[in-house]
């Protein structure tokens, strides 16, 4: 509520903003980039209190020049510079993404509450649709939110740090999203007081270390990395939007009834209406690989079409329900660590065999 007031008052500071920017900075207009001009809000003790600090509006206007004290042939190569106090080394800077909420932050120690006054941000706002400032005990972060799933990278060239924002399809050879089910308050099956979205998570995150080492030239995006709960359409809408090549849930199965069963083993949904066959020919592989490094009892394919992430999705998805929460023997070796361990291997090797890359 309050960002919105803000952004819409924006505009009428706008003049103020261009006197500030123009002020800090003298001749020589660098061609063909859009302005890129921030504004420097304080707020009151109270106002911070309730959401945490000052505010720089993003104000965009393709008509507008910044001007800038030199040439930067950088700059022109590069979309967004910041500049950094003489005190400041470059490789001090920290950058986060959170591709749910399209959103990159950027933390810049040693510098002061006036930051963006004396060291204005200059370059294109291409693709960024907003941009806040927050600054705490001689620390800022700057979080830029964007219109779409981007990555983030940065060169440091002395007291100037560069940012692009290339696609992930621009870096990537593939693309897969991981869906760790449920999270928050949706604590999914519940059996013997261990939640089902603690056991998708932990799984989920083992595959994520597994990734990571590989190493293979993948862009792998995840829903959730924490106790959070998406809801159904921004996990889907993560899968359709950054193209993945490939979109895999993990969950863990109950009985209706929830009670403790002799029910045990291994399924996998997928999106019977694809015509294709791809999500068919992905759930099968997934399910290979884990009733094989598992050694449980195949349940089989299942159809996942009534699932809104699964009939939504607009590439080959696959919903796994590992095991059974309501079965003793299985509840006990999916709240173990080499349990999950195994069936995060054998999902990653899944991803590695449907993607066709050797392992
Ligand atoms: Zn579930």
């Keep these: 509520m309050i960002q919105m007031e803000r952004r819409a008052d924006a505009i009428l500071t706008f003049f103020v903003v261009l006197a500030v920017a123009a002020g800090l900075s003298l001749i020589c207009a660098v061609p063909d980039l859009h302005d890129l001009a ?9 106002e911070r209190s309730v959401w945490g600090g000052s505010v720089l509006a993003l104000l965009r206007d393709d008509s507008q020049m910044l001007e800038l004290s030199e040439n930067d042939d950088m700059l022109a190569m590069h979309q967004l510079r910041l500049e950094l106090p003489a005190s400041v080394e470059a490789a001090s800077l920290s950058y986060a993404s959170d591709p749910m909420r399209r959103t990159f932050t950027i933390t810049i120690p040693g510098i002061s509450a006036t930051y963006f006054y004396d060291f204005p941000m200059v370059g294109r706002a291409d693709h960024i649709v907003d941009l806040f400032f927050d600054y705490h005990e001689g620390s800022g972060t700057v979080v830029l939110e964007m219109d779409g799933i981007f990555e983030l990278s940065s060169i440091a060239d002395g007291r100037y740090v560069y940012l692009d924002f290339p696609t992930p399809r621009e870096l990537y050879d593939y693309i897969v999203v991981l869906d760790a089910g449920h999270g928050g308050r949706d604590v999914g099956a519940y059996k013997d007081e ?16 597994i990734l990571t080492q590989d190493g293979e030239n993948i862009g792998v995006y995840y829903t959730r990395t924490d106790d959070t709960n998406p809801s159904l359409q921004d996990r889907a809408a993560l899968a359709n939007e950054v193209g993945a090549d490939l979109f895999l849930s993990v969950h863990n199965n109950s009985t209706a009834s929830g009670r403790m069963s002799g029910i045990h083993g291994t399924e996998v949904m997928y999106y019977v209406a694809d015509k294709t066959e791809g999500s068919k020919k992905f759930a099968e592989c997934v399910l290979d690989h884990l009733l094989d490094d598992l050694g449980s009892e195949s349940k089989g394919l299942v159809a996942g079409d009534a699932i809104y992430i699964i009939r939504t999705a607009q590439m080959p998805v696959a919903l796994a329900e590992i095991g059974f929460m309501t079965n003793k023997e299985e509840l006990a070796l999916l709240s173990s660590d080499e349990y999950q361990q195994k069936a995060a291997q054998a999902m990653v090797d899944a991803i590695y065999e449907t993607l066709g890359i050797d392992d």
């Design 38 to 46: 921030v504004r420097y809000e304080a707020v009151s003790d109270e």
């Design 194 to 209: 261990i939640a089902e979205k603690d056991l998708d998570l932990q799984i989920v995150l083992k595959m994520k270390e």
